[in-house]
């Protein structure tokens, strides 16, 4: 099945800097890669995914991007604030049974420091 | 649109008690997920029901889990009985036939 690794574990950044986290997957078919931020005690939201016929995406001061013959994806934070702190999820889709779901990384904890 | 809605937010039993959790999708999503979230780890997937039946439950430990989704909207989860490991937030998510999981706050159990 769909093994998704995430690095770092824990990632400190002064505001203003950037911060990049990266996920590796081990399924060949997985086409849609989404990363949740989950603030203390909070459900997790998505703040940007990406599908597997693009090699890049930007929002604002976050970005994406996918290489798809390496098996890894990467989220990229430009100009960090402190209500960026949170817990970041990486996640890629593994087909079972037909049906799509979502396998998720162990999760990076980004701290802002003002 | 009104987002994903869980009860209880938070319960505490003791162990060999049962328990369940109660999700309400966003209307009109046909796959709802229930998923386990220890703390410090990422959600695990337990079930994944397309309208009201199972798709994916290789996960659930079935010999104490169970679930359900009547009608294909509302959907419980049970544990019968619960262990202590069993602590952690649980999770119900709902996504329309596009990939994007919508989460709910989340039920902390906790087993003592």
């Known amino acids: 099945g769909e093994n998704v690794e995430q690095h770092p574990s824990t990632l400190s950044v002064q505001e203003g800097d950037s911060a990049v986290i990266k996920c590796t997957y081990s399924?060949?078919?997985?086409?849609?890669f989404p990363w949740y931020k989950q603030e203390l005690g909070k459900r997790p939201q998505l703040i940007i995914d990406i599908r597997s016929n693009v090699g890049e995406k930007k929002d604002q001061r976050i970005a994406v991007t996918l290489n798809k013959t390496a098996k890894h994806f990467s989220l990229h934070i430009t100009e960090t604030q402190p209500e960026d702190s949170a817990v970041y999820f990486c996640a890629a889709t593994s087909m079972n049974t037909g049906f799509q779901k979502l396998v998720f990384g162990t999760g990076t904890r980004l701290l802002v420091s003002p | 649109e009104a987002g994903v809605a869980q009860s209880p937010r938070y319960k505490i039993i003791e162990k060999r008690q049962s328990v369940a959790f109660w999700c309400n999708p966003i209307s009109g999503h046909a796959t709802l997920y229930w998923y386990q979230q220890i703390l410090g780890q990422g959600p695990k997937l337990l079930i994944q029901f397309q309208n009201n039946g199972v798709v994916d439950d290789s996960q659930l430990p079935k010999d104490r889990f169970s679930a359900e989704r009547l009608k294909g909207v509302d959907s419980t989860l049970k544990i019968q009985p619960a262990k202590l490991e069993d602590s952690a937030v649980y999770l119900c998510a709902s996504s329309s036939l596009i990939d994007e999981q919508f989460f709910g706050p989340g039920t902390r159990l906790t087993v003592l």
């Open positions: 399924d060949s078919a997985s086409n849609y």
